[in-house]
């Protein structure tokens, strides 16, 4: 078992800035990769970025890419998220969630096994 629990999230005015974290614990050997995906009202969830344990593997999505920031601190086993210039397009609810390794595409949803209860992030206009 992997228990992930998120925190940080909030509500900003667009153009600030958030950082959430994700504390991981429990059986976290067998880790390819940790990954933030979020999920807006009447979408689906959407891949945010990925980080290897290493960190030498760093994925972002197109619509994040050089707005965000995944980062990961291996003594603490958290991951975390540094959202700057904020839109109300990125309101959600933001997912931590682990993906094993071999387990497929590190954009995909179906390769991730544990998933964190989610922290809403708002941002208004």
């Known amino acids: 078992q992997v228990q992930l629990v998120e925190s940080g999230g909030g509500l900003v005015q667009a153009g600030g800035s958030l950082r959430l974290s994700c504390a991981a614990s429990g059986r976290t050997y067998n880790t390819d990769l940790m990954g933030w995906f979020r999920q807006a009202p009447g979408k689906e969830r959407e891949f945010v970025a990925a980080?290897?344990?290493?960190?030498?593997?760093?994925y972002y999505g197109d619509s994040v890419k050089g707005r965000f920031t995944i980062s990961r601190d291996n003594a603490k086993n958290a991951v975390y998220l540094q959202m700057n210039s904020l839109k109300p397009e990125d309101t959600a609810v933001y997912y931590c969630a682990r993906k094993l390794v071999g387990s497929g595409n590190y954009y995909q949803q179906a390769s991730y096994d544990y998933w964190g209860q989610g922290t809403q992030v708002t941002v208004s206009s």
């Open positions: 980080i290897s344990w290493s960190g030498s593997r760093i």
